[in-house]
């Protein structure tokens, strides 16, 4: 017996948060479910006129030979659209949240509440009674954006030639290896793909919201060894020493010949590092009227040299919308600007656990640290000591939440008592706890001292694109340095903090906490609530503990047995169906462990986020709750241009 996963879901069965939503955003996964449940029928295909004249020039076929024979149907949030204009928006040099990661388009997605799970690339699927094996269904007739049909083949060349090949993906992916078995798949037609899982794993229906195992073969086989035996050759004459180096950086989408499934293909980037898209003339959405979608012809992403820079092209009405690297501390500014800039400002709730978490090494190499770090009274003590109020008066007026990031209240095994588990400022608690570990005084009575006689000091390394985070920590190092811990703080570029984080050579972890809903938390398993912490890019703290339970206990760091708890309830959770009694007691047994032992130690979270809107940018959201996936959710591809 078989759950389908079809548009049905949105109503009963596996609406994958267990509740009946209501929804902001209508999706059909098909014409004949669209016609179904409203009785309507689409009775001709439009097309944006720009692409009408390529259809004349006989440069591509009609709307009718471009479209999948089932697409989706996508009911625009406020009116049917209007096609043209170009959609404008900015990023740092830093990462920042780019474009292409706002408008992504993956076998399912997360949508606009935030709770359920509808269909997408993919038509539909069926999970497995014994929730081992998940069945996807394409779109017969479906293509890339340079016509080449989109078939099970491009997923099989995924999982065969990229994700089982050791040059390109030597280290396999966790997220599908539930059990410690990589993932088999199974092509059962064209159109139809099986994944089989060694254990229950019914959490694969929210990792199908992201990830990608998709890729172009007909577009990537010259670069591949296995289709072409020259592929060396060809890497060579590209500047790579290899095939594979050749194979990763055509597969990475910043080739502007790479073929997308997305609204829009990346056709030039400049010698500034300005990015330019066009309208994918095989979209594969329409809208109630039978419009291709998108609305939205053209779109520039800017390369601005930092945060200021931004915010100063977002108040001068530069970018259509803005939200990823503005901060609450600038509403006002954008406030007075909002006429002058021909915008309004949007402040959205954001379920952000953490503006900013701290997490100790806990396999530091330092025998004496790691010894403190992993003592209870000391991550107590450094909880106790941090002012959150002061830091939410100061830097958020107030309107965020002094917690933990454990997770969002809105998951349904979350305690109120865990997000405010030694929250309170208590510098004489504190110092009480140190004082019991036996950190004695300096002769100055200025700074504690470690065991061995030296001064216990440690240095905070973190991303200085992260300008609320710097200060959040100048903040912290007067609250620490008031109960004898003597604090360096060190900005550093993203790239070599984390490059220091996976050698294992910082003496604290910090980033923001997202991802914090429950929904997130299962389509990134294990991001926030196992070692390390974050992701394999950004290993905030626990990396040896990780690498031992990866292995099996061959390589890296036995944990403590509270670890070893933690790990099992996550394999346990990932195991169970959402809502299920077993589910609830996994969840919760995950959040107690990590609350109680203040493995991560945060300041302020749930902060309200703004963003800027230009006034003539329609079928955006009025209100939104946005989560790491930002507009994702939002469909972009129904917004349009007044002008």
Known sequence: MLRKLTVA????GLCLMGITPVLAQKVYSTLAEYEKLTG?????????????????????????????EEPLVLEPREEIGRYGGTYKTGQTMIWAGSFDRECVQDLFTLSSDLKTIVPQIAKGGELSEDYRTFTVYLRKGMKWSDGAPFTADDIMFWYEDIILNDELTPVKPSEWSPGRKFVEVEKIDDYTVRFHFATPYPIIIERSCQGHPFAPKHYLKKYHIRYNPKANDVAKEEGYDNWWQCFLYHNKGRDVNFPTLDPWVLTKIDTSGNQYRERNPYYWKVDTAGNQLPYIDKQVTTLVENVEVYNLKAIAGEFTAAGWLLSLKNYPLYKRNEEKGNYHVILQSFERA?????????NHKDPVLKKIFNDIRWRKAMSLAINREEINNILFFGRGTPRQPIMSPSASFYEDWMGNYYIEYDPERANELLDEMGLKWDKEHRYRLRPDGKVLAITIEFNQA???????????????EKVGVKVALKGEQASFYQQRLRANECDMGVWAWGGATELESRLNPGIRLIPPWHYPSTPLSGIEWRRWYDTGGEKGEEPPEEIKELFKAFEDWQASLYGTEEYLKAGRKILTINAKGLYAIG???????????KNSLRNFPRELNCTQNWWRPYCMDQWFLEE
Do not use: D, Q
């Open 40 to 68: 309507k029928k689409i009775e001709k295909f439009n097309e944006a006129p720009s692409l009408k004249i390529k259809v004349a020039a006989g440069e591509i076929p009609p709307v009718e030979g471009r479209l999948p």
């Open 603 to 613: 300041t302020v979270g749930l902060v309200p986020k703004p963003c800027i809107i």
């Open 466 to 480: 992260r300008e609320v985070i710097g200060k959040i920590l100048e903040l912290i190092k007067g609250y620490w």
């Open 354 to 362: 953490s503006e900013c978490a701290l997490l100790f090494n806990y």
């Open 9 to 12: 879901m949105l109503v009963v």
